[in-house]
T-cell receptor
Framework: DTEVTQTPKHLVMGMTNKKSLKCEQH?????MYWYKQKAKKPPELMFV???????INESVPSRFSPECPNSSLLNLHLHALQPEDSALYLC??????????????FGPGTRLTVL | AQSVTQLGSHVSVSEGALVLLRCNYS??????LFWYVQYPNQGLQLLLK??????LVKGINGFEAEFKKSETSFHLTKPSAHMSDAAEYFC????????????????FGKGTHLIIQP
């Protein structure tokens, strides 16, 4: 199974809502990532988890809260978002260290709209 | 920090013609380099990767890329374009020196939109 799944596919939320994005992989990867992609822009790294521990946080606002409950799951909790946070949120997974080469497998993304 | 530059935000070729998408990297040591393709409203799919094993890398869907250290380039080519190749293409880089058993995120170029003319 070389698939990364993300739910939901689409999400519309108000600025006062709390919602969560979910990502799952069953490739035995121990690194998982969140990227944000605005329209007609490249993906930008948000967070990296390695062995279920947060290893990289690219100065993301605290209204985004990542969580890695186990090696197969990655969540992104959203609270008090702004309209400019509307984007495609991509999850990815990879092997770790030199052997992993950082070849990342991406999910289809969650299209988030903040009203 | 590592970075890649993609020359040309849009490239238009005729069906059956050669596809050439340009990517240059900036790094003092050869990094790991990747080409990804993104179709509308979808995630990214890996086309090919360079990890220092071979300078000419063959990928999926007939694409290949050549790593040229002297030119700090990793251009993507395909001999004959198909209509189905129309998509956004991203060159990306990661740090091969990242240690500690962890992982490094990818840094993407700005992307090249490939248009195929019938």
């Amino acid at each position: 199974d070389t698939e990364v799944t993300q739910t939901p596919k689409h999400l519309v939320m108000g600025m006062t809502n709390k919602k969560s994005l979910k990502c799952e992989q069953h490739m035995g990867h121990r690194a998982m990532y969140w990227y944000k992609q605005k329209a007609k822009k490249p993906p930008e790294l948000m967070f990296v988890y390695s062995y279920e521990k947060l290893s990289i946080n690219e100065s993301v606002p605290s209204r985004f809260s990542p969580e890695c409950p186990n090696s197969s799951l990655l969540n992104l909790h959203l609270h008090a978002l702004q309209p400019e946070d509307s984007a495609l949120y991509l999850c990815a997974s990879s092997g770790t260290g030199l052997a992993g080469y950082n070849e990342q497998f991406f999910g289809p993304g969650t299209r988030l709209t903040v009203l | 920090a590592q970075s890649v530059t993609q020359l040309g935000s849009h490239v238009s070729v005729s069906e059956g013609a050669l596809v050439l998408l340009r990517c240059n990297y900036s790094s003092s040591v050869p990094p790991y380099l990747f080409w990804y393709v993104q179709y509308p409203n979808q995630g990214l799919q890996l086309l090919l990767k360079y990890t220092s094993a071979a300078t000419l890398v063959k990928g999926i869907n007939g694409f290949e890329a050549e790593f040229k250290k002297s030119e700090t380039s990793f251009h993507l080519t395909k001999p004959s374009a198909h209509m189905s190749d129309a998509a956004e293409y991203f060159c990306a880089v990661s740090d091969p020196m990242y240690s500690g058993g962890g992982a490094d995120g990818l840094t993407f170029g700005k992307g090249t939109h490939l248009i195929i003319q019938p």
